[in-house]
């Protein structure tokens, strides 16, 4: 491996080391290894980058504490898979009808391609000119709505979802967004809170006008920090639960 300048424009304001955390979370972000695909060895980087193996060792140890990197003792260092599988239900319990655990599906109602508003547009950092895709859908248990979602997305990111047959999306979408658009769940930011339900909830979710759901609101970003997923998902509050294990 040559030594080459930093991918991107390093700040010189910062350390070598966190220079070089910044160019390795760019070039991780830009897909250059796969998920849970070894990166370079700290010597190959430190030639590519001409630093010290003690300089490219801090950056990783960066890498490794914002969880982007994980370390396996003599095999390497690994891009660390983030498990979003089970998030939403940390805070939504279901059961079937003869009362045992179930998760739901899901299901896509409505997708268009349009301009979104302000909020959505500052949050995912789009230019005034962009669309993004509209995602409307509901999750399901036997058949009947319990929660309901919209999410949007940039276009020019998930450009193959605008032709995707509505019945072809899954019911965890981050794996859809990895495999057909190369865009990688890194990281997402929550916030609860309690409403009363409208008339569009009631009409979904069978609840009654004005009773309280749950909306969680997230906003989702790749390993560059760069937020690409805004989805608002709500539900009764009956069936809501917070569990979290402290050590």
């Known amino acids: 491996m040559e ?6 424009k390093p700040d010189d304001r910062l350390p070598r080391y966190q220079q070089l955390r910044d160019d390795l979370v760019g070039r991780i972000a830009s ?29 990783i140890d960066l ?23 089970s998030s939403l239900f940390r805070f939504f319990r279901f059961k079937s009808r003869d009362g045992q655990p179930v998760r ?6 409505k997708r268009e391609v349009v301009k979104p508003g302000e909020e959505i547009r500052s949050t995912l950092r789009m230019k005034a000119s962009e669309k993004a895709i509209h995602l409307s859908r509901v999750r399901l248990i036997e058949g009947q709505a319990v929660l309901s979602e919209e999410i949007w997305l940039p276009r020019a990111r998930f450009e193959p979802l605008v032709t995707l047959p509505l019945g072809d999306f899954e019911d965890l979408l981050y794996p859809l967004y990895e495999r057909l658009c190369r865009q990688i769940v890194a990281s997402a ?43 608002s998902t709500r539900g009764a509050a009956t069936t809501f639960q917070y569990q979290v294990e402290i050590r």
């Open 189 to 231: 930011t929550e916030i609860l809170k309690v409403e009363q339900a409208t008339s569009g909830d009631a009409a979904l979710l069978n609840v009654a006008v004005g009773s309280p759901v749950i909306q969680v609101h997230r906003v989702a970003s790749d390993f560059a920090g760069t937020p690409f997923e805004w989805r």
């Open 63 to 85: 890498l490794v504490a914002d969880g982007v990197l994980t370390r396996s003792q003599g095999k390497g260092t690994f891009i660390r898979r983030p498990r979003f599988d």
């Open 3 to 8: 030594a080459a300048p930093f991918v991107t």
């Open 31 to 59: 897909g250059e290894w796969a998920l849970e695909e070894a990166i370079a060895t700290e010597a190959e980087l430190g030639q590519f980058y001409n630093v010290s193996t003690g300089t490219v060792r801090k950056a």
């Open 104 to 109: 739901p599906t899901a299901r896509v109602l």
